[in-house]
């Protein structure tokens, strides 16, 4: 699945880091969504959404 987190998260000034914990998943996990290498469970891609207070879709587009 498609997804710009990595322009969202750097555009708010967060490190992946900083953004597992707000959304308290590990490092790794914000890492491998954002190299498209792991689509994230429904619960987290709310998490992320809210956390960046917008819609799912508007993160993450599918293929």
Same mark, same amino acid.
């Given at each position: 699945?498609?997804?710009? $987190?990595?322009?969202?998260?750097? /555009? /708010?000034?967060?490190?992946?880091? %900083? $953004? !597992?914990? !707000?959304? %308290?998943?590990t490092r790794?996990? #914000?890492n491998a #969504?954002?190299?498209?290498?792991? %689509?994230?469970?429904?619960? $987290?891609?709310?998490? $992320? /959404? !809210?956390? &960046?207070?917008?819609? #799912?879709e %508007? #993160? &993450?587009t599918?293929?």
């Amino acid at each position: 699945m498609k997804n710009d $987190l990595r322009e969202r998260r750097e /555009a /708010a000034g967060m490190s992946q880091a %900083d $953004l !597992a914990a !707000a959304v %308290d998943v590990t490092r790794q996990t #914000i890492n491998a #969504i954002e190299r498209e290498r792991y %689509d994230p469970s429904l619960e $987290l891609a709310f998490q $992320l /959404a !809210a956390h &960046f207070e917008c819609r #799912i879709e %508007d #993160i &993450f587009t599918p293929e």
